[in-house]
């Protein structure tokens, strides 16, 4: 028996709707841990069966007061509202939940400065770990549009390198982090266990659907375009410009972070394409 089936904690997680938030709820109560979750329109919350939901506002942190209530652990997200705007209201969360008894708290990095991140790095009050990782494998379902309707993927840069990560390891390592003794004051990039091109990626999920996929590369202007009749803002479309077009070391680099925290190997991209397979066929 581990540690944390041993002692069961009540843990809050906010941001528990998305992609990571998700997987973090999951993860807890696998480890037989109570979950709270916040959201703001709880009969809209699709979480798994055992979860308290309940509302509340990141950029109101005062109705977090009640659901701070007895727990013990909190995972925060650096953004609210809409468009991914940055939390402006850190330091009031962090008060909060020293008041409320909170011992440890884990922070899902944005992908640059924050606010919220910059206050918990400064308190000293809480255990906090910071959680880095690099492209969700989940990013591959953007492509489900043009699978189903023209069998191709349209993409720039196809020979960029990704050590892609499964979003059901970041909650592993989450959950680890919340429960567990020894990684207060820690940052840790969290990768999967190989390096992928974006060709490795639709054979992939070729594979796993059983049907090939065409793979064709765009001029950064027709990437540009594509963005844009997507939705995308341009300060959003200048980051993916940035970050597929010199990916940076740390999101090309292969480390060991998911087995050393939860004591298995990190999920393989096949494994994630297996499981999502039913996302790429046509219904």
Do not use: C
Not at 45 to 72: C, K, N, R, W, Y
Not at 112 to 127: I, K, M, N, Q, Y
């Amino acid at each position: 028996m581990t540690q944390t089936q041993a002692q069961a904690q009540k843990i809050l997680v906010t941001g528990a709707t998305g992609t990571v938030g998700h997987q973090v709820v999951v993860e807890l109560l696998a480890r037989g841990h109570a979950v709270r979750a916040l959201t703001r329109d709880p009969a809209k919350a699709d979480l798994p069966a055992g979860v308290e939901v309940v509302q509340g506002d990141l950029t109101e942190p005062d109705s977090l007061i009640p659901a701070l209530d007895g727990v013990t652990g909190l995972h925060l997200i650096t953004f609210g509202g809409p468009y991914f705007a940055p939390l402006e209201a850190g330091p009031r969360i962090l008060q909060l939940a020293r008041a409320a008894g909170v011992r440890r708290v884990t922070v899902l990095h944005g992908g640059g400065p924050s606010l919220l991140e910059d206050a918990v790095r400064a308190d000293d009050g809480v255990d906090w770990t910071v959680l880095m990782p690099v492209e969700f494998m989940a990013n591959a379902l953007e492509w489900t549009e043009g699978i189903l309707t023209s069998g191709e993927v349209r993409e720039p840069f196809v020979s960029r390198l990704s050590a892609m990560v499964h979003e059901g390891d970041i909650g592993a390592v989450a959950a680890v982090a919340l429960t567990e003794e020894g990684h207060g004051g820690q940052e840790y990039v969290i990768t999967g266990p190989e390096l992928l091109t974006v060709a490795d990626k639709v054979t992939t999920i070729a594979d796993a659907r059983g049907r090939e996929i065409s793979l064709v590369e765009l001029t950064e202007e027709q990437a540009v375009e594509q963005w844009r009749a997507a939705g995308h803002p341009e300060d959003v479309i200048g980051f993916l410009l940035e970050a597929y077009g010199n990916t940076p070391e740390v999101g090309r680099t292969v480390v060991d972070t998911v087995e050393k925290i939860t004591g298995r190997p990190a999920r393989t991209f096949g494994q994630w394409a297996a499981e999502h397979a039913g996302a790429f066929k046509a219904q």
